[in-house]
């Protein structure tokens, strides 16, 4: 069997978890945007992951692009976030990417980090200003995401990787 692993990473959690999937499975691990259809195409199972941002995945694009010369690929996604799982957020995010020809695809969920010193200027400002806004609720009413956002500072770092979550990945393989 042969298979590929495709990822995009921004602060290098789903890159780590790629590279952990490639050592577990040997095989070859390349960033999303450096993917060449002919070379995926010719694999008999795809691995995408990519980052959580505003409720999207990261390189979802490259497999709504080509689901269409990839229907009888094994394809699998898994998708990172600093927020603690949560049965029902994660089950919104996979409502909300998976519809149509993507409808079905296994995804699986892989903690990440968190450090705003690593982040872009973009980045950064976004989740200062988000929590701000996440300040003025009352606390008891936060959601996973707001929780997570508020537990780590300005300044403080969360890194919770954990080769653990790849384990159901790796038995959906087959």
């Not at 959601?143 to 979550?165: H, P, R, S």
């Amino acid at each position: 069997m042969s298979g590929i692993i495709l990822y995009k990473s921004r602060y290098g959690a789903t890159k780590q978890y790629a590279d952990w999937i490639a050592e577990k499975t040997g095989f070859s691990c390349i960033k999303t945007d450096d993917a060449d259809m002919k070379r995926v195409s010719g694999c008999d199972v795809i691995i995408l992951g990519g980052g959580i941002y505003a409720s999207g995945i990261a390189g979802l694009s490259f497999l709504k692009k080509n689901i269409g010369k990839l229907k009888e690929k094994k394809i699998i996604v898994f998708c990172c976030g600093a927020s603690p799982y949560e049965e029902s957020a994660f089950a919104a995010i996979v409502q909300r990417n998976f519809k149509g020809d993507l409808a079905g695809i296994p995804c699986f969920y892989c903690r990440g980090t968190f450090d705003m010193s690593e982040m872009s200027f973009i980045d950064r400002s976004l989740c200062k200003m988000l929590r701000k806004v996440v300040a003025k609720k009352n606390p008891d009413e936060y959601e996973i995401w707001e929780k997570a956002l508020m537990a780590v500072g300005d300044n403080e770092k969360g890194n919770w990787i954990d080769k653990a979550y790849i384990e159901p990945i790796i038995k959906a393989i087959g």
